[in-house]
């Protein structure tokens, strides 16, 4: 097994040659490393008057493991060589020690370097990489891994700390600056490969850490570089991403380097070849998404995070969906994405602290079984899926108020394609307003608690409201010609050339069953159900005339009826209160209404979906048994839904 380690550049805000004078005093031991017996010069060696010192040691190093370890491997310390090469002309130390000691079952190799800062010639840089590469030891290879990341650990973290103690050191003798070396004149300089470090890892130094990423371990610091510099072999990378990006792809994969770096550059190609980069200068909203899309951005919340507010609750999501599209519906999460990596950047800037997610403020009131309308909710998990695969530990936080008893089923058909890790982030409140009030008050100040929640401030996000079918991509807006841009439940999102999807166009009735009724006629569905708690769902279309819609239990095994002009309510002895119950009150459905509901079939029995038509009428039908195994919680009173689809109608609330 082969663990590799890199740790961030360092910076000394000290002349190179007073840092060099620190450096020589670690030697042969200091205080600070206790593990470091002794350290022996096997070999010393100058160059060009002085310009250059190759300098080999064989160190005695105290073996950091518990009593029983070093018993059984029969140790008490170890033998590591240490080979210094210091250009002093160039101004670049290059240190390599590797292991004497076990050699042949275990290597271990560090590489460490001191040079001028590029960009300011009295500061010095310092970087640290090391690789262990365990081939048998004993049968403790996992703890000589442990032990191996802990000893990286520890000399990182003490690495600075004890050129600033013997720098301070030399401060209280009197010495605060050495004379820059000068080549004589008869002297050639040898040319240093050390001489030119990348500017773009010189950024990466304590002061950038603290300042634009926040507290990161050592070994983040070390597996956030080495991803850094697996970017370096990627032929076709237009422009590296952010250290920030990075840091949250890293995140996203549980800091496993090969599994973030896959990902990344799997995200990066997808950026190139759809063109993400030009989303925020070249996106226009079109009209339906400005007069009914229910969210914007609204100020930040007490981190400084920007939020934004969506009310789900308000969404038409099945007329966004037919009048956008896929890949319209898709482009509008990816700027909305976009706008708020953007957002973040420019809050951290004017905040000058790490930052690195926003918030998201989700209003379910008036969410019902309309909103699990099939086609939406696949188009929807395409989407979640697209995002999380190229937005990683962009959400910070996700407050979910208001949420009604439909909620859950929605939440277990949603979540179970949110990673875990973002799962975790989600806050719930109930339509207890107080207890939602003082639960937000822990995250937004009281000046900018939504006007809709009951707070002082106004948003400037739209109510949402019904999509005019004269908006729909279709040429007709009654019956048998609907056809949506909708996901089929066999086709597979791809992404080919330079459309975000390409999504096979669907007739609405491979979805939906078309039903004509005569004036006085019924239709009727009998679903046997043998599972207990498992969940009916429905949504139909009225057109040409009403309808009244009822959900009936029964209790008796009826035949299968073929005839349409048959009803079940024709057979003899067929009586309600004996052996079928009416299990939701009766609706009449008006004309160009969508409605939309479920039932928990608690029972081992059949359910009855009746529809009669006084007039003549036509349905557009489909339903839904989704597993009981699939649902947990309470789910009880589930009300259903009921909208007018005309429109002049603003209002998709549950009725």
Same mark, same amino acid.
């Given at each position: 097994?082969?663990?590799?380690?890199?740790?961030?550049?360092?910076?000394?805000?000290?002349?190179?040659?007073?840092?060099?004078?620190?450096?020589?005093?670690?030697f042969?031991?200091?205080?600070?490393?206790?593990?470091?017996?002794?350290?022996?010069?096997?070999?010393?060696?100058?160059?060009?008057?002085?310009?250059?010192?190759?300098?080999?040691?064989?160190?005695?190093?105290?073996?950091?493991?518990?009593?029983?370890?070093?018993?059984?491997?029969?140790?008490?310390?170890?033998? !590591?060589?240490?080979?210094?090469?210091?250009?002093?002309?160039?101004?670049?130390?290059?240190?390599?020690?590797?292991?004497?000691?076990?050699?042949?079952?275990?290597?271990?190799? /560090?590489?460490?370097?001191y040079?001028?800062?590029?960009?300011?010639?009295?500061?010095?840089?310092?970087?640290?990489?090391?690789?262990?590469?365990i081939?048998?030891?004993?049968?403790?290879?996992?703890?000589?891994?442990?032990?191996?990341?802990?000893?990286?650990?520890?000399?990182?973290?003490?690495?600075?700390e004890?050129?600033?103690?013997?720098?301070?050191? =030399?401060?209280?003798?009197?010495?605060?600056?050495?004379?820059?070396?000068?080549?004589?004149?008869?002297?050639?300089?040898?040319?240093?490969?050390?001489?030119?470090?990348?500017?773009?890892?010189?950024?990466?130094?304590?002061? !950038?850490?603290?300042?634009?990423?926040?507290?990161?371990?050592?070994?983040?610091?070390?597996?956030?570089?080495?991803?850094?510099?697996?970017?370096?072999?990627?032929d076709?990378l237009?422009?590296?991403?952010?250290?920030?990006?990075?840091?949250?792809?890293?995140?996203?994969?549980?800091?496993?380097?090969?599994?973030?770096?896959t990902?990344?550059?799997?995200s990066?190609?997808?950026?190139?070849?759809?063109?993400?980069?030009?989303?925020?200068? /070249?996106?226009?909203?079109?009209?339906?998404?400005?007069?009914?899309?229910?969210?914007?951005?609204?100020?930040?919340?007490?981190?400084?995070?920007?939020?934004?507010?969506?009310?789900l609750?308000?969404?038409?999501?099945?007329?966004?969906?037919? *009048?956008?599209?896929?890949?319209?519906?898709?482009?509008?999460? =990816?700027?909305?994405?976009?706008?708020?990596?953007?957002?973040?950047?420019?809050?951290a800037?004017?905040?000058?602290?790490?930052?690195?997610?926003?918030?998201?403020?989700?209003?379910l009131d008036?969410?019902?079984?309309?909103?699990?309308?099939?086609?939406?909710?696949?188009?929807?998990?395409?989407?979640?899926?697209?995002?999380?695969?190229?937005?990683?530990?962009?959400?910070?936080?996700?407050?979910?108020?208001?949420?009604?008893?439909?909620?859950p089923?929605?939440?277990?058909?949603?979540?179970?394609?949110?990673?875990?890790?973002?799962?975790?982030?989600?806050? !719930?409140?109930?339509?207890?307003?107080?207890?939602?009030?003082d639960? =937000?008050?822990?995250?937004?100040?009281?000046?900018?608690?939504?006007?809709?929640?009951?707070?002082?401030?106004?948003?400037?996000?739209?109510?949402?409201?019904?999509?005019p079918k004269?908006?729909y991509?279709?040429?007709?807006?009654?019956?048998?010609?609907?056809?949506?841009?909708?996901?089929?439940?066999?086709?597979?999102?791809?992404?080919?050339?330079?459309?975000?999807?390409?999504?096979?166009?669907?007739?609405?009735?491979?979805?939906?069953? *078309?039903?004509?009724?005569?004036?006085?006629?019924?239709?009727?569905?009998?679903?046997?159900?043998?599972?207990?708690?498992?969940?009916?769902?429905?949504?139909?279309?009225?057109?040409?005339?009403?309808?009244?819609?009822?959900?009936?239990?029964?209790?008796? /095994?009826?035949?299968?009826?073929?005839?349409?002009?048959?009803?079940? !309510?024709?057979l003899?002895?067929?009586?309600?209160?004996?052996?079928?119950?009416?299990?939701?009150?009766? =609706?009449?459905?008006?004309?160009?209404?969508s409605?939309?509901?479920?039932?928990?079939?608690?029972?081992?029995?059949?359910?009855?979906?009746?529809?009669?038509?006084p007039?003549g009428?036509?349905?557009?039908?489909?339903y839904?048994?989704?597993?009981?195994?699939?649902?947990?919680?309470?789910?009880?009173?589930?009300? *259903?839904?009921f909208?007018?689809? *005309?429109?002049?109608?603003?209002?998709?609330?549950?009725?």
């Amino acid at each position: 097994m082969v663990q590799k380690f890199q740790s961030p550049v360092r910076v000394y805000k000290y002349p190179f040659e007073l840092v060099m004078k620190a450096y020589e005093r670690r030697f042969p031991t200091c205080p600070q490393m206790p593990i470091v017996l002794d350290c022996e010069v096997i070999k010393d060696e100058s160059f060009e008057k002085g310009a250059r010192r190759n300098t080999s040691r064989r160190c005695k190093l105290a073996v950091d493991a518990p009593y029983i370890f070093k018993k059984l491997i029969g140790v008490d310390y170890v033998y !590591f060589l240490q080979h210094n090469y210091l250009d002093m002309g160039n101004r670049t130390l290059s240190i390599e020690a590797v292991n004497e000691s076990f050699s042949s079952r275990i290597e271990i190799f /560090e590489r460490c370097r001191y040079y001028s800062h590029p960009d300011n010639s009295e500061w010095t840089c310092f970087d640290q990489s090391a690789t262990l590469d365990i081939k048998n030891f004993f049968g403790f290879e996992h703890s000589m891994e442990k032990m191996g990341m802990k000893q990286y650990t520890q000399t990182t973290l003490k690495g600075k700390e004890i050129i600033e103690f013997f720098i301070s050191q =030399l401060r209280e003798e009197g010495t605060t600056y050495v004379e820059r070396w000068t080549t004589p004149a008869d002297v050639l300089r040898s040319p240093s490969l050390d001489s030119a470090p990348d500017h773009h890892n010189i950024l990466l130094d304590g002061d !950038f850490i603290a300042r634009n990423l926040g507290k990161l371990s050592p070994m983040q610091e070390s597996k956030l570089l080495e991803l850094r510099k697996m970017l370096d072999g990627v032929d076709d990378l237009e422009r590296l991403p952010s250290y920030q990006t990075i840091m949250r792809f890293l995140a996203a994969r549980d800091w496993h380097v090969n599994q973030a770096f896959t990902m990344l550059r799997d995200s990066l190609r997808w950026r190139r070849e759809h063109h993400i980069d030009a989303l925020l200068p /070249e996106y226009s909203k079109p009209a339906v998404v400005v007069e009914h899309f229910p969210g914007g951005w609204h100020h930040h919340d007490k981190d400084g995070r920007p939020v934004y507010i969506l009310r789900l609750g308000h969404m038409d999501v099945k007329g966004l969906l037919k *009048s956008l599209g896929m890949e319209g519906l898709l482009r509008l999460a =990816l700027h909305v994405c976009e706008e708020g990596v953007q957002k973040i950047n420019e809050s951290a800037e004017r905040l000058e602290k790490p930052l690195l997610h926003w918030s998201l403020l989700v209003d379910l009131d008036g969410l019902s079984m309309r909103h699990l309308w099939r086609p939406g909710i696949r188009a929807l998990l395409y989407i979640i899926e697209t995002v999380e695969r190229n937005y990683p530990e962009t959400m910070g936080r996700v407050l979910v108020v208001r949420a009604p008893r439909v909620f859950p089923i929605a939440w277990t058909i949603v979540s179970a394609f949110i990673d875990e890790h973002t799962r975790s982030k989600f806050v !719930f409140y109930g339509p207890d307003s107080t207890q939602m009030k003082d639960g =937000l008050a822990q995250y937004l100040d009281e000046e900018i608690m939504p006007d809709f929640l009951g707070g002082p401030c106004k948003t400037m996000i739209h109510e949402g409201g019904l999509v005019p079918k004269m908006l729909y991509k279709t040429n007709s807006l009654d019956g048998h010609d609907d056809v949506a841009a909708v996901l089929s439940p066999t086709t597979e999102a791809r992404v080919p050339g330079n459309s975000f999807t390409a999504i096979h166009q669907h007739d609405h009735q491979n979805l939906y069953k *078309s039903v004509e009724l005569k004036p006085g006629f019924t239709h009727e569905l009998l679903i046997r159900n043998d599972d207990p708690k498992s969940v009916l769902t429905w949504d139909f279309d009225v057109m040409r005339n009403d309808l009244h819609f009822t959900l009936y239990r029964v209790t008796q /095994e009826l035949p299968n009826k073929n005839d349409s002009a048959v009803s079940y !309510f024709d057979l003899q002895d067929f009586v309600e209160g004996v052996n079928y119950f009416r299990e939701e009150p009766t =609706l009449i459905c008006r004309h160009k209404e969508s409605v939309q509901g479920s039932h928990i079939m608690n029972h081992n029995d059949s359910y009855l979906m009746h529809w009669f038509s006084p007039s003549g009428a036509q349905l557009n039908i489909f339903y839904e048994v989704l597993s009981s195994a699939n649902y947990k919680g309470s789910m009880t009173s589930l009300q *259903s839904a009921f909208s007018s689809n *005309s429109s002049a109608s603003s209002s998709i609330l549950s009725r």
